[in-house]
């Protein structure tokens, strides 16, 4: 499968963005999907993910409250809503998916990689 992340770019703390992926192929339905991110200088930290089905999901301790993952396996498409965005959440966001029915936080347990959509907060 092949990833393609968009709606990154520059706001303002406080506000919000919505990140798509978007995936090719007809079998969107049978990968869980993640979402990454890489700050300047960081490792790639875990943000969330969400299981082939949409029933579940799991977050990273910054995330959960602020952002928001969904999908719509009619249109191959997982999105990731952010709110309340922070300086801190400077980061080029990577979608990923894995060919399993459930979620996974480690980089290693995912399958395929976008190629990354910037995010840049500004305060």
């Known amino acids: 499968v092949q990833l393609q992340a968009s709606g990154g770019g520059l706001v303002q703390t406080g506000k919000s963005l919505r990140l798509s992926c978007a995936a090719s192929g007809r079998t969107f339905s049978s990968y869980a999907m993640g979402w990454f991110r890489q700050g300047p200088g960081k490792e790639r930290e875990f943000v969330g993910a969400?299981?082939?089905?949409?029933?579940?999901?799991e977050y990273a301790h910054f995330a959960k409250g602020r952002f928001t993952i969904s999908r719509d396996n009619a249109k191959n498409t997982v999105y990731l809503q952010m709110n309340n965005l922070k300086p801190e959440d400077t980061a080029v966001y990577y979608c990923?998916?894995?060919?399993?029915?459930?979620?996974?936080?480690?980089?290693?347990?995912?399958?395929?990689w976008g190629q990354g959509t910037l995010v840049t907060v500004s305060s």
């Open positions: 969400i299981s082939r089905g949409g029933g579940s999901t």
């Open positions: 990923a998916a894995r060919r399993v029915i459930n979620t996974a936080s480690l980089p290693k347990e995912y399958d395929y």
